[in-house]
């Protein structure tokens, strides 16, 4: 089955600097969404990404997902405590039509 | 890793009934669980949020009478569709946390209303 791996697993970076999040899957991603969590809170919706060689953006934060559809990166720039929470990666499973996710990014900014 | 279940994984029924849907935290103690459903192209919303022992809280559009949650201990929760129509047929999803960090999700579970 196919699955989701999610690098680093938390970081810490000082305010104002620019971070990435990895994740990349065994096999090609038909759907890949990007989720953000704030602790204790379910998560919230930020980006999806279908097309090899895709790029979306909102405000700070930029996704991307490459020409083979098997990896996708989370870019944030000049990074602020609002920031600070889990991402989370998930992708459709075309198999069984189910959900996958990451083990998610723990992200923490140093004002 | 922590193990969460949901049951059934696929169900169908007919349009009026009402449709119960199980999410069971297997090796830990969920505080809090939070009910998904997948819509085309955003994936996951969120519907509601349950706290052990007390009334969920649901997002703003979400019809509390329609989606009944029930948190009732700290290894279930469950979500009634309560007389279902089509347009409710979706992919079910919850997820478990036991502290305010990680969440973990459910198998899913595939509503088809005829």
């Known amino acids: 089955s196919q699955e989701l791996e999610q690098s680093p697993q938390s970081l810490i970076v000082q305010e104002g600097k620019n971070l990435t999040i990895n994740c990349t899957s065994s096999k090609t991603l038909y759907g890949l969404y990007w989720y953000k969590q704030k602790y204790g809170e379910g998560l919230i919706f930020l980006m999806m990404?279908?097309?090899?060689?895709e790029e979306k953006s909102h405000e700070k934060i930029t996704a991307k997902l490459d020409e083979k559809k098997q990896q996708s990166s989370l870019h944030i720039t000049a990074s602020q405590p609002s920031h600070a929470g889990i991402y989370l990666c998930g992708a459709d499973e075309r198999s069984q039509g189910n959900l996958i996710f990451g083990k998610g990014t723990k992200l923490s900014v140093k004002p | 890793g922590a193990v969460v279940s949901q049951h059934p994984s696929r169900v169908i029924c007919k349009s009026g009934t009402s449709v119960k849907i199980e999410c069971r935290s297997l090796?830990?103690?969920?505080?809090?669980m939070f009910w998904y459903r997948q819509f085309p192209k955003q994936s996951l919303m969120l519907m509601a949020t349950s706290n052990e022992g007390s009334k969920a809280t649901y997002e703003q559009g979400v019809e509390k009478d329609k989606f009944l949650i029930n948190h009732a201990s700290l290894t279930l929760s469950t979500l009634t569709v309560t007389s279902a129509h089509p347009e409710d047929s979706s992919f079910y999803i919850c997820s478990a946390s036991a502290s305010t960090d990680t969440q973990y999700f459910g198998p899913g579970t595939r509503l088809t209303v005829l």
């Open positions: 090796d830990f103690q969920a505080t809090t």
């Open positions: 990404l279908q097309k090899g060689g």
